[in-house]
T-cell receptor, first 116, second 112 residues
Framework: EAGVAQSPRYKIIEKRQSVAFWCNPISGHATLYWYQQILGQGPKLLIQFQNNGVVDDSQLPKDRFSAERLKGVDSTLKIQPAKLEDSAVYLC??????????????FGPGTRLTVL | DAKTTQPPSMDCAEGRAANLPCNHSTISGNEYVYWYRQIHSQGPQYIIHGLKNNETNEMASLIITEDRKSSTLILPHATLRDTAVYYCIVRVPQGGSEKLVFGKGTKLTVNP
């Protein structure tokens, strides 16, 4: 079974530029998550989709971050404009059914963003 | 905020058992304990989860105390490839979704 795919793996931009990350979840997984992981910390949930609807975006900085999952499959996370503090690894995860207590999340390899 | 406390780092000799502790004294009766690990430059990987009873799978064993206030993840025969950050997570109900809240985890180093 193919895992969660993410691209690009690495991205370097200057502050105030925009950037987009792409995620393709495991086939058949209804729930998709985006996490931000700053160096030395654990991942922090930014947004959770159930199919193409948002379940939780309470920690998404909506003035600069946006995410979409238009057809309920792959997803894009965008930052515009980027700040220095956005330097982090952005992880995508998917699960079969996010509403189930024992649902397991499977993570992609992440995109490492460096903002100069 | 994370609801668990873990030591920041641990060492283990290759071939020996690695016992990683986790305190979750405020856990509620219906909250599960999950363990994930993250090898350098990779995304987190699911290891095991449990509610009350001890659990075992091909990767590890999970021992949960009777009062459920702490647990221990056991890697029975640690290898160099088990060097990673191990996260103990209490799964938090969140408006119909059960989100994972990661702390800083324990950095396990397996030495040859």
């Amino acid at each position: 079974e193919a895992g969660v795919a993410q691209s690009p793996r690495y991205k370097i931009i200057e502050k105030r530029q925009s950037v987009a990350f792409w995620c393709n979840p495991i086939s058949g997984h209804a729930t998709l998550y985006w996490y931000q992981q700053i160096l030395g910390q654990g991942p922090k949930l930014l947004i959770q989709f159930q199919n193409n609807g948002v379940v939780d975006d309470s920690q998404l900085p909506k003035d600069r971050f946006s995410a979409e999952r238009l057809k309920g499959v792959d997803s894009t996370l965008k930052i515009q404009p980027a700040k220095l503090e956005d330097s982090a690894v952005y992880l995508c995860a998917s699960s079969l059914d996010g509403g189930a207590y024992t649902d397991t999340q499977y993570f992609g390899p992440g995109t490492r963003l460096t903002v100069l | 905020d994370a609801k668990t406390t873990q030591p920041p780092s641990m060492d283990c000799a290759e071939g020996r058992a690695a016992n990683l502790p986790c305190n979750h004294s405020t856990i509620s009766g219906n909250e599960y304990v999950y363990w994930y690990r993250q090898i350098h430059s990779q995304g987190p990987q699911y290891i095991i989860h449990g509610l009350k009873n001890n659990e075992t799978n091909e990767m590890a064993s999970l021992i949960i105390t009777e009062d459920r206030k702490s647990s221990t993840l056991i890697l029975p025969h640690a290898t160099l490839r088990d060097t990673a950050v191990y996260y103990c997570i209490v799964r938090v109900p969140q408006g119909g979704s059960e989100k994972l809240v990661f702390g800083k985890g324990t950095k396990l180093t397996v030495n040859p």
